[in-house]
């Protein structure tokens, strides 16, 4: 697996590079955020651990960027940033996970694991197209129709659409979809959770109605 590290501290950068290493993962490293683009046109990484304080691009912004273009590759935020508003944005532009600075080496790297785990899980490439009213899931191919009309989802996005689709009627808590969709040895929020599962109610379309909030308990998926 190859992980891009976009950060413009050199020590910084340096200490995660050598850890992902000695985990086994491929890495490569951009100091300037306008470095990062060109690479990604020659080069994919499997995933792209990102820092929001950037010379050339900022890092919300280059966020944006890389989802509106590659909305598969998953992205690891990582802010010095206290402020909560500063992580739902990321969010919501589509960032899979966050981390603050400064974070335990090990939680990064357990956290980068989680993230490029799902771009590999065996379950999804024996699975089917899933059909719900007028929504289509292809895990192998990793594509979603909505009404015919293609959707582009994140890693995080997809993957509870998954879920939610494969279990109509079934009521999930947030700490049982933190379970089923960061992995218990990652540290998420309740907030994580809110903010993902509104950003895929939006971009359901007609269908969006169908993803319930049920007040005390989490959220479901109406059956067509």
């Known amino acids: 697996m190859k992980i891009l590290i976009v950060d413009d501290e050199e020590d910084i950068a340096g200490l995660i590079q050598f850890h992902l290493e000695e985990e086994g993962f491929q890495t490569e ?10 690479r990604l046109e020659k080069n994919l990484p499997d995933g792209i651990i990102l820092d ?33 508003t500063d992580v739902v944005l990321g969010l919501e532009l589509g960032a899979d996970d966050y981390i603050r ?4 080496i090990r939680e990064l790297v357990a956290r980068v694991r989680t993230v ?5 899980d065996p379950n999804q490439e024996v699975q089917g197209t899933i059909s719900t ?7 192998t191919a990793h594509k979603v129709f909505v009404e015919g009309t ?5 890693l995080i996005e997809f993957k509870l659409l998954q879920l939610f689709a494969g279990n109509p009627g079934v009521a999930f808590s947030r700490d ?16 994580t959770v809110d903010v993902n599962i509104k950003r895929l109610r939006d971009k359901l379309l007609s269908e969006k109605e169908r993803l319930e909030t049920i007040r005390g308990v989490g959220y479901r998926f109406r059956d067509a």
């Not at 009213?133 to 895990?139: A, L, R």
């Not at 293609?150 to 994140?154: M, S």
């Open 133 to 139: 009213g007028k929504i289509q899931i292809n895990p």
């Open 101 to 104: 600075k400064p974070f335990n």
């Open 176 to 191: 049982k979809l933190l379970d089923r969709i960061w992995g218990k040895d990652v540290f998420v929020t309740d907030r």
């Open 29 to 38: 490293v951009c100091h300037n955020g306008m470095e990062v683009l060109p």
């Open 116 to 120: 490029t785990r799902r771009t590999t």
């Open 52 to 84: 929001l304080m950037l010379p050339g691009i900022g890092g919300m912004d280059l966020c944006r960027r890389i989802k509106e273009k590659y909305p598969h590759i998953p992205i690891l935020m990582v802010t010095a940033k206290t402020g909560e």
């Open 150 to 154: 293609e959707i582009d989802l994140t």
